[in-house]
């Protein structure tokens, strides 16, 4: 077989056959195929797409290009959660002890910040002594015995993606419907879980701007992670404000611990019930009416914030700062900015306030960047509220006072104003199950 065959095939928009696609994912893994070839044959995937089954086939030839982990011994109750990425989100972090309480078994590998969006990762780590690597024994154990591990991405999980997303980047070629689903689809499935609920967002903070995007890319992901044998659902959740009222690392770990003492934004409180609804309807069985409800007694209870404690002690966290995240990292400078006019906030873009948080030194511009746990934004006003001259809009925090100027500039600039009260969003967009 011959790469620049196949090339020509897709080129002129023919199915590969699955010995093919997997040639071709094989060859580019150990290095027989060239960057050069991998990227023609990447822009013509973008430009002819995929069927649903090269798609699959696809996705499971990355899967296995690198280690996958074996959550057999957890039977139908491993449940892992993506989202594709937002501002604000600090959903993991509230899902993890809810669904582990109830039964659901959360072996999770998670990403890094990078750009405006933030890492579940680089959350937990402001957490003092909380370890984010562990050896895949150590990662097993945790999750038989405490129900919940989250760890980075470790090992030599799909090294296919980790090429193909380089090249992707930096070939135009990101913005590809079946390369998107495989790229996601293979790490969630190497990852090992059973079911897997997708938080597809949808908005200006989000990779996907459009609900046609976001609902297409639902779709897709649901159907490759069927074909391969998992229990899939998605959520298409709104992306156009951000989630809840704290983004920034120690920020939003102290928000996560607000939902889980049953206080906190009901916006984020609601996206996190539909979320863990979701997962403990596939880990357990449940109809959606009694999954919600043991959400909300799980958090009613406290049951859920003492296994968050459980959780972060056993990976070398220090729960004292839950109880009291006064103990967290605290910045040196609150910074008030002050509403210029007076009117209904009509739009905030997600993306530039997540980069006015990166900015302050709570997110990488490059993977080098060191971040600041202690730096981000907390929201006093959102879309939809009406606000008077003068109030307060938010509140920087930050340790660099230099960086504050062309933070407060990014944040204004991100608002919209009206003179009425613009319509409500809905939070939750749809569900594809
Ligand atoms: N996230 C991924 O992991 N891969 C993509 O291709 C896009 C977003």
Same mark, same amino acid.
């Given at each position: 077989?011959?790469?620049?065959?196949?090339?020509?095939?897709?080129?002129?928009?023919?199915?590969? %056959?699955?010995?093919?696609?997997?040639?071709?994912?094989?060859?580019?893994?150990?290095?027989?195929?060239?960057?050069?070839?991998?990227?023609?044959?990447?822009?013509?995937?973008?430009?002819?797409?995929? +069927?649903?089954?090269? %798609?699959?086939?696809?996705?499971?030839?990355?899967?296995?290009?690198?280690?996958?982990?074996?959550?057999?011994?957890?039977?139908?109750?491993? &449940?892992?959660?993506?989202?594709?990425?937002?501002?604000? #989100?600090?959903? +993991?972090?509230?899902?993890?002890?809810?669904?582990?309480?109830?039964?659901?078994?959360?072996?999770?590998?998670?990403?890094?910040?990078?750009?405006?969006?933030?890492?579940?990762?680089?959350?937990?780590?402001?957490?003092?002594?909380?370890? %984010?690597?562990?050896?895949?024994?150590?990662?097993?154990?945790?999750? =038989?015995?405490?129900?919940?591990?989250?760890?980075?991405?470790?090992?030599?999980?799909?090294?296919?993606?980790?090429?193909?997303?380089?090249?992707?980047?930096?070939?135009?070629?990101?913005?590809?419907?079946?390369?998107?689903?495989?790229?996601?689809?293979?790490?969630?499935?190497?990852?090992?879980?059973?079911?897997?609920?997708? #938080?597809?967002?949808?908005?200006?903070?989000?990779?996907?701007?459009?609900?046609?995007?976001?609902?297409?890319?639902?779709?897709?992901?649901? +159907?490759?992670?069927?074909?391969?044998?998992?229990?899939?659902?998605?959520?298409?959740?709104?992306?156009? &404000?951000?989630?809840?009222?704290?983004?920034?690392?120690?920020? !939003?770990?102290?928000?996560?611990? =607000?939902?889980?003492?049953?206080?906190?934004?009901?916006?984020?409180?609601?996206?996190?019930?539909?979320?863990?609804?979701?997962?403990?309807?596939?880990?357990?069985?449940? #109809?959606? !009416?009694?999954?919600?409800?043991?959400?909300?007694?799980?958090?009613?209870?406290?049951?859920?914030?003492?296994?968050?404690?459980?959780?972060?002690?056993?990976?070398?966290?220090?729960?004292?700062?839950?109880?009291?995240?006064?103990?967290?990292?605290?910045?040196?400078?609150?910074?008030?900015?002050?509403?210029?006019?007076?009117?209904?906030?009509?739009?905030?873009?997600?993306?530039?306030?997540? !980069?006015?948080?990166?900015?302050?030194?709570?997110?990488?511009? +490059?993977?080098?960047?060191?971040? #600041?746990?202690?730096?981000?934004?907390?929201?006093?006003?959102?879309?939809?509220?009406?606000?008077?001259?003068?109030?307060?809009?938010?509140?920087?925090?930050?340790?660099?006072?230099?960086?504050?100027?062309?933070?407060?500039?990014?944040?204004?600039?991100?608002?919209?104003?009206?003179?009425?009260?613009?319509?409500?969003?809905?939070?939750?967009?749809?569900? &594809?199950?």
């Amino acid at each position: 077989m011959r790469m620049v065959d196949l090339i020509e095939k897709k080129r002129d928009g023919l199915a590969l %056959t699955d010995e093919e696609i997997r040639f071709v994912i094989d060859g580019f893994t150990n290095g027989s195929i060239p960057d050069y070839q991998m990227s023609a044959f990447a822009m013509a995937v973008f430009f002819k797409g995929m +069927t649903d089954h090269e %798609t699959a086939v696809l996705t499971d030839a990355m899967m296995r290009s690198g280690d996958t982990i074996d959550l057999s011994r957890f039977g139908d109750k491993s &449940v892992d959660k993506h989202s594709t990425g937002g501002v604000g #989100d600090k959903t +993991t972090l509230i899902l993890a002890p809810i669904v582990s309480c109830l039964g659901g078994k959360m072996a999770k590998m998670s990403g890094r910040g990078l750009g405006h969006t933030g890492g579940t990762v680089d959350k937990l780590e402001s957490i003092p002594g909380y370890k %984010t690597t562990l050896t895949v024994d150590e990662f097993l154990h945790q999750v =038989e015995q405490v129900g919940v591990a989250v760890i980075g991405q470790s090992g030599n999980l799909t090294p296919a993606d980790k090429k193909l997303y380089a090249l992707r980047d930096v070939t135009a070629t990101v913005d590809s419907l079946p390369l998107i689903t495989s790229s996601i689809m293979s790490k969630k499935l190497a990852a090992g879980s059973h079911s897997i609920v997708l #938080d597809v967002k949808v908005g200006s903070g989000a990779f996907m701007k459009t609900l046609n995007a976001g609902r297409e890319l639902a779709e897709h992901m649901v +159907t490759i992670g069927k074909a391969c044998g998992r229990n899939v659902t998605a959520v298409l959740t709104n992306m156009d &404000v951000p989630l809840g009222h704290r983004i920034g690392n120690a920020l !939003e770990v102290e928000e996560a611990v =607000e939902i889980l003492r049953g206080e906190g934004c009901p916006d984020l409180q609601e996206v996190c019930t539909v979320l863990a609804s979701n997962m403990l309807m596939l880990c357990n069985g449940w #109809d959606e !009416e009694t999954a919600r409800a043991q959400v909300k007694e799980a958090i009613a209870s406290g049951r859920a914030f003492e296994q968050m404690k459980r959780w972060v002690a056993a990976q070398g966290g220090d729960p004292a700062v839950l109880d009291d995240t006064s103990k967290l990292p605290q910045a040196a400078i609150q910074h008030e900015i002050l509403a210029p006019c007076g009117g209904y906030l009509s739009h905030m873009d997600a993306q530039k306030i997540g !980069e006015a948080s990166a900015l302050l030194g709570a997110g990488r511009q +490059t993977k080098e960047d060191v971040i #600041d746990f202690a730096a981000g934004v907390v929201l006093k006003k959102k879309t939809g509220e009406r606000v008077e001259a003068g109030e307060v809009l938010a509140v920087l925090h930050a340790n660099r006072a230099e960086s504050v100027p062309a933070a407060e500039a990014a944040f204004l600039g991100a608002l919209q104003w009206s003179d009425t009260a613009p319509e409500k969003q809905p939070l939750i967009l749809g569900i &594809v199950r």
